[in-house]
């Protein structure tokens, strides 16, 4: 990351810029950095000007407590004045609840994308899910027991165990427990887990959902609830794609959406 920013509360924010055309922030999901953006940010390049940027927490960022939500939607302020002061928000996974309360919030964005938002239906027993998960999560973060926060958050995303020590043993693990922490600011984002609908029927900004068409029927579901609960949605299936999305796939119809087509 070549740039710096600071955020309303002193936190220093590392964030990069890359092409040309609209302005859109890419804001990643749970444990990841801005370089996990960074495909998708090259493959925009040619039609808009992709900012991605390590969230608090995280990579060359910094973290300044107590944490709350609120001072994720000023780091997105922060950023926006830091390139100009116009720009749009897309977010994956978790980031995409982060840039969904930040509209509701009344930042002044033009556009919001998200792919694959995994709140969890009540019918499913999503709630009861997310609370147990906050609860050994939070315990094992408090005991600093990263590894086992890393692992639960796995769990959660239904990653097999063999697949889970396999992970233990790789390389990348250490980077993970660096930003294990990050977690429970990822869990503060999904609320309760569910599809937050007064709250998102405060976005009046153009909303597009995506989500892939080989993802679960429940992340399917969700996807379709956020595009017809805000004002302004419009839902888009990526037909073969999962929640690991190709960027060459995803970035034509960001793209385009960020360019002004393709909204309600």
Same mark, same amino acid.
């Not at 964030?15 to 040309?20: A, D, F, S, W």
């Not at 922490?181 to 405060?202: C, H, K, T």
């Given at each position: 990351?070549?740039?710096?920013?600071?955020?309303?509360?002193?936190?220093?924010?590392?964030?990069?810029?890359? *092409?040309?055309?609209?302005?859109?922030?890419?804001?990643?999901?749970?444990?990841?950095? *801005?370089?996990t953006?960074?495909?998708?940010?090259?493959?925009?390049?040619?039609?808009?000007?992709?900012?991605?940027?390590?969230?608090?927490?995280?990579?060359?960022?910094?973290?300044?407590?107590?944490?709350?939500?609120?001072?994720?939607?000023?780091?997105?302020?922060?950023?926006?004045?830091?390139v100009?002061?116009?720009?749009g928000?897309?977010g994956?996974?978790?980031?995409?609840?982060?840039?969904?309360?930040?509209?509701?919030?009344?930042?002044?964005?033009?556009?919001?994308?998200?792919?694959?938002?995994?709140?969890?239906?009540?019918?499913?027993?999503?709630?009861?899910?997310?609370?147990?998960?906050?609860?050994?999560l939070?315990?094992?973060?408090?005991?600093?027991?990263?590894?086992?926060?890393?692992?639960?958050f796995?769990?959660?995303?239904?990653?097999?165990?063999?697949?889970?020590?396999?992970?233990?043993?790789?390389?990348?693990?250490?980077?993970?427990?660096?930003?294990?922490?990050?977690?429970?600011?990822?869990?503060?984002?999904?609320?309760?887990?569910?599809?937050?609908?007064?709250?998102?029927?405060?976005?009046?900004?153009?909303?597009?959902?995506?989500?892939?068409?080989?993802?679960?029927a429940?992340?399917?579901?969700?996807?379709?609830?956020?595009?017809?609960?805000?004002?302004?949605?419009?839902?888009?299936?990526?037909?073969?794609?999962?929640?690991?999305?190709?960027?060459?796939?995803?970035?034509?119809?960001?793209?385009?959406?960020?360019?002004?087509?393709?909204?309600?």
């Amino acid at each position: 990351m070549d740039k710096k920013t600071t955020s309303r509360d002193g936190t220093s924010l590392a964030y990069e810029v890359t *092409g040309q055309g609209p302005t859109v922030i890419l804001v990643s999901g749970a444990m990841s950095t *801005g370089g996990t953006m960074a495909p998708l940010a090259q493959r925009l390049a040619d039609r808009c000007t992709a900012v991605v940027y390590d969230r608090r927490g995280r990579g060359a960022s910094g973290d300044t407590k107590p944490y709350a939500v609120e001072r994720e939607v000023e780091d997105l302020a922060a950023l926006i004045d830091a390139v100009g002061g116009d720009a749009g928000l897309f977010g994956v996974s978790s980031g995409g609840a982060l840039v969904l309360e930040a509209a509701a919030s009344g930042l002044a964005v033009g556009r919001v994308a998200v792919y694959e938002v995994p709140y969890a239906d009540h019918l499913a027993g999503g709630a009861e899910q997310e609370a147990a998960y906050k609860e050994r999560l939070n315990q094992a973060l408090a005991e600093d027991r990263r590894g086992d926060a890393v692992e639960l958050f796995l769990r959660l995303t239904g990653l097999g165990e063999q697949m889970i020590q396999g992970a233990r043993q790789s390389p990348m693990w250490a980077g993970m427990e660096a930003v294990a922490p990050s977690l429970a600011y990822d869990d503060a984002v999904m609320g309760d887990g569910l599809v937050p609908r007064e709250r998102l029927a405060e976005v009046s900004v153009p909303v597009l959902a995506v989500v892939g068409g080989a993802s679960p029927a429940w992340m399917r579901a969700a996807s379709r609830e956020i595009a017809e609960t805000v004002p302004r949605g419009t839902h888009r299936v990526l037909e073969g794609q999962t929640h690991m999305v190709e960027p060459e796939v995803l970035a034509p119809v960001l793209a385009e959406f960020f360019a002004g087509g393709a909204a309600a």
